[in-house]
């Protein structure tokens, strides 16, 4: 196990995947990559929370981009739209695949805010939030099992409502 310092030291140092991922879609290389690190950190040595297994959608996804790939994954690299109700790339989503392990896996250090909400179709939630780096992973808990949702860039207004969930959360 580590000790505070390198938990901290590990936070620290997480940046971007790559220096530059175009707004429409990832180059096969860039996908390669993106979906490399997905692989080796959700499949092949997954998360665990207390002795579970953190799964994902594994349904094969449609979307273009991703056809033939998990859902799961596609979730991570993309955004729905507001308006059309479909899933576009994200670069800024995608660029920090790699941020999921280890934000879930030091949950414990004081700059992960964890909290959970009961999510509208009933399943509890749980959101472990690196602050400074407004970046969050959703876990929800499906049955016996937790099934990685999402993780992605928190933007201002998500910012507020996360701060008052986690607030809630304390209380």
């Known amino acids: 196990m580590h000790d505070f310092f390198d938990d901290e030291h590990e936070l620290d140092l997480i940046e971007d ?3 530059y991922l175009d707004l429409d879609a990832p180059t096969d ?6 979906y490399g690190v997905f692989k ?3 499949i092949e040595e997954p998360i665990y929370i207390d002795d579970i297994r953190v799964v994902y959608d594994n349904r094969r996804s449609r979307h273009p981009l991703f056809r033939g790939k998990p859902v799961g994954f596609e979730h991570i690299c993309t955004r729905e739209s507001k308006h059309s109700g479909k899933r576009n790339f994200d670069p800024e989503r995608a660029n920090k695949i790699h941020w999921i392990k280890p934000v879930v896996h030091y949950r414990d250090n004081g700059r992960i ?7 509208a179709n009933g399943h509890n939630q749980r959101y472990f939030w690196l602050y400074e780096k407004d970046y969050v992973v959703i876990i929800r808990e499906i049955t016996e099992s937790l099934q990685l949702v999402t993780a992605f860039k928190v933007d201002e ?3 507020r409502k996360f701060q008052n969930w986690y607030n809630q959360y304390q209380n």
């Open 29 to 34: 290389d860039q996908m390669y990559q993106l």
């Open 157 to 159: 207004i998500e910012r």
């Open 113 to 119: 805010r964890f909290f959970e909400r009961s999510h």
């Open 17 to 19: 995947l790559f220096e």
């Open 40 to 42: 080796k950190d959700i």
